[in-house]
Each structure stands twice: as structure tokens, then as C-alpha cells.
């Protein structure tokens, strides 16, 4: 019988865990907070990266309709 547990467990640890945030080449959903579509994309860069590139078009598509209806 071996102990599951070793000092080589403890110790050593192979890969670090990356966050969500930071994972690169990944495929990714977004849900439209104003209807019930969705945006599927994948990106080679990370995802905090893509994350943001989408809030800065979402502003300036919002930003668009406010002067459209003046």
C-alpha cells in the first residue's frame, strides 16, 4: 500500500494554474444583456485582452445611437 499523499505531491507543482482572465487561444460566449443573443468568438490573444477591446466597441455603438437621436 503507498501513501497518496508525497512530499514530491506537496512540493512540486508541474504548471502553474493561469486565470480565466489571462487564458490566450481559447473560444469564448457572450451574452447580450439586452436580448437573447449570444456572441461566440475565439481569440489567439488573452481573454482579458479581447474582453476589453469588446466593452470599448460596445461603448462607442452606444455612445452612436445617443447622437442618432438628437
Do not use: W
Request: net charge positive.
Amino acid at each position: 500500500m503507498r501513501p497518496r499523499t508525497t512530499l514530491r505531491n506537496v512540493l512540486v507543482h508541474l504548471k502553474d494554474k493561469v486565470s480565466k482572465e489571462d487564458t490566450a487561444e481559447c473560444v469564448y460566449k457572450i451574452p447580450c444583456k439586452n436580448c437573447q443573443k449570444v456572441y461566440i468568438g475565439e481569440t489567439g490573444r488573452s481573454f482579458r485582452v479581447r474582453m476589453k477591446e469588446h466593452q470599448k466597441e460596445v461603448e462607442l455603438q452606444e455612445g452612436k445611437e445617443i447622437h442618432r437621436k438628437f
